[in-house]
């Protein structure tokens, strides 16, 4: 099942506060991005994020799920109405968030 453009939209409208926050479509669901490093994604609708140090301090009941089958576990996000929660996590996980891959050139 692929994720909603509404849901994203919704989503997208909760990480307003935070500077640089990017989406990639993927196969039917979306990549976030936060400057420049990869956060989580939205997949069937949830919004998923790397299992970070940072990120299971701040959520240590949250539940692992796969994004989808054959994927490395991630952490689900319950508390999406919480722009400030929202904040603190992306800005929690930055430093932990490896740096982007260089592309390189032919």
Do not use: C, W
């Not at 400030?84 to 996980?93: A, I, R, Y």
């Amino acid at each position: 099942m692929a994720s909603s453009k509404e849901y994203l939209d919704f989503v997208l409208e909760q990480l307003s506060e935070l500077t640089d926050i990017t989406y990639k479509s993927m196969m039917g669901e979306y990549i976030i991005y936060y400057q420049g490093k990869i956060v989580g994604g939205i997949y069937d609708d949830r919004f998923l994020v790397k299992p970070e140090k940072s990120a299971i301090k701040l959520m240590p009941n949250a539940d692992y799920e796969l994004p989808y089958e054959g994927a490395k576990e991630m952490l689900l996000v319950d508390d999406v109405d919480n722009k400030d929660f929202f904040v603190e996590l992306f800005n929690s996980m930055y430093e932990e968030l490896p740096a982007p891959k260089v592309k390189k050139k032919k």
